[in-house]
Nanobody, 115 residues
């Protein structure tokens, strides 16, 4: 059973930075995609960024140039470095890890951007 634990959310002022981390445990296998999604209050959950097992990233247009996704295959972790945060980045951020055998979500971590 794959389990995900997120960390790193919090309150930050506009223009600030945060780094989210997600640690996966269990039999996640080698060929998986790891990613981050977010759900603002009252809105649907949307993709933020994903990264394939070989390190190819994909970003939502709204975060390109500000967010960087990375992964450590030895540690089964995925990170999201968020710079120049804006109030519209406020949301619950969810980690996701999936391959052809499974699709797992973390419990979510709150990110609030406010002065």
């Amino acid at each position: 059973q794959v389990q995900l634990v997120e960390s790193g959310g919090g309150l930050v002022q506009p223009g600030g930075s945060l780094r989210l981390s997600c640690a996966a445990s269990g039999s996640i296998g080698s060929f998986n995609t790891m990613g981050w999604y977010r759900q603002p209050p009252g809105k649907q959950r949307d993709l933020v960024a994903t990264i394939t097992h070989d390190g190819s990233p994909n970003y939502a247009d709204s975060v390109k140039g500000r967010f960087t996704i990375s992964r450590d295959n030895a540690q089964n972790t995925v990170h999201l470095q968020m710079n120049n945060l804006k109030p519209e980045d406020t949301a619950v951020y969810y980690c996701r890890v999936s391959n052809f055998l499974y699709d797992r979500w973390g419990q979510g971590t709150q990110v609030t951007v406010s002065s």
